[in-house]
């Protein structure tokens, strides 16, 4: 077995803002399979110290970033855990990186050095007697691990970075650097960004491999247009920069079993979906008489792509559509789809919120789920809509372009489609591929054909896990974990 500690700010089902949570929190046990045993080292916030406030203690620091702290070991949540409890940095309402007013809290830099600097730490193996072969980051809360690691007293033990999102970079001062127990030197090897001090960056130049999400993410964010000014050190390090895509929970969303929704299915009872569909136009005051049933599941922002939604609802309502919208966010793009709701009544409908449980039935009923995102890392919800026979309609970027095949007709054909692309990201060319599926919808033996095939695409975290398993077996210079006879 190898052992990796994976450091990660969220994890799911503990604490979760977005996709980095579903990765921690899933990855350790898709792991088990491929000889790899996984223990996460997370921030002691109040969520977490509720399940593992009373864990063994393993470790103490009588100042670590200005106060005590202790570390925490035992099995939570069904993961393998060891927590920071630090309560001066971690003990305090509101959101994991900001306050309740949704400003950042304005000592992030130190929360999480203090979480790097200690899996710094645990990569010396003095703590517990535990011994990490790899030390496993995500994203710039934990971008300084590979440093610490690399300008330690040792740095025997390899490290990865996974990059879940290259617009956040925890960019922080350069007064910032002398407190962070790194020598000067290595300020300018790689730390120092923009003057200031780069967490993102510093990862990016430590780390002994990067990871990405997707493979077409990990090629575009070498370029200007996708690299956040990150791209020329991508480009440096390309010959260590991998992309391996996301899996989802193919348990929590089976729609054979999932008691969200108001009828299960399967590939071969596809048909069945026509009673989910009643109830999320129900749900959504759309008339039960309207067309093809488009959906948004979403946080509402720019990145998302949902204002060139917005720009196609009198277009999508024209072709004889209706459009549910269940997310939240950007408060003009909000206001801009609620006017459509009272432009459309009966046609477009809208729910402001997160709704775990809505949003399963939406997968499970509507006919298509519009994904028209400017940049997407992986994504999840075109994994979703897959598995659930919801056809996504995706702009061809990132994770999109990697896991939905375009219903061109060639692939049609070939009874290989899954959902809808398109190119570039305009309002225009989203217009078009609206189009393209109403009339796909249309075409009922073609449309089934493609949620059948969608519903059977590979979505799990299986194959994922073993790309991963195989990388920390490269890094450690062993054998790739092979099934007998492949
Ligand atoms: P990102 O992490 O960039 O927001 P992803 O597609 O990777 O985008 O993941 C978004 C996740 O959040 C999915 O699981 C999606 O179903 C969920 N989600 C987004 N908005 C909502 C909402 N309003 N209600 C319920 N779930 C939502």
Known sequence: MIEVLSVASEAYPLIKTGGLADVAGALPGALAGHGVTMRTLLPGYPAVMNEAGGARVVGEFSDLFDGRARLLAGRFAGLDLIVLDAPHLYDRQGGPYAGPDGMDWPDNWKRFAALSWVAGRLALGVVDGYQPQVVHAHDWQAGLVPAYVKYGPSDRVKTVLTVHNLVFQGHFGPDVFSRLDLPPHAFYEGIEYYGGVGYLKAGLA???????????????????????????????????????????????????????????????????????????????????????????????????????????????????????????????????????????????????????SLSHLIQGGADAILIPSRFEPCGLTQLYGLRYGCVPVVSRVGGLADTVIDANEAAVDAGVATGLQFSPVSSEVLGEAIHRTVSLYGREKVWRKLQRRGMKSEVSWDGSAKRYADLYRSLLGLERDEPAGD
Do not use: C
């Open 206 to 356: 430590s780390a002994d491999a990067l990871t990405t999400v997707s493979p077409t993410y990990a090629r575009e964010i070498r370029t200007p247009a996708f690299g956040a000014g990150l791209d020329g050190l991508l480009n440096a390090r390309a010959n260590v920069l991998h992309g391996i895509t996301n899996g989802i929970d193919t348990e929590a969303w089976n729609p054979a079993t999932d008691p969200a929704l108001v009828q299960t299915y399967g590939p071969s009872t596809v048909h069945k979906r026509a009673a989910n569909k009643a109830a999320v136009r129900e749900r959504f005051g759309i008339d039960q008489s309207a067309g093809p049933l488009f959906s948004v599941v979403s946080r509402l922002t720019s990145q998302k792509g949902i204002d060139l939604i917005a720009s196609n609802v009198d277009w999508l309502v024209s072709l004889g559509a209706s459009l549910v919208v269940l997310g939240s966010g950007d408060a003009t793009l909000e206001a801009t789809l609620e006017a459509a709701t009272i432009r459309h009544p009966g046609r477009v409908g809208m729910v402001k919120g997160y709704d775990e």
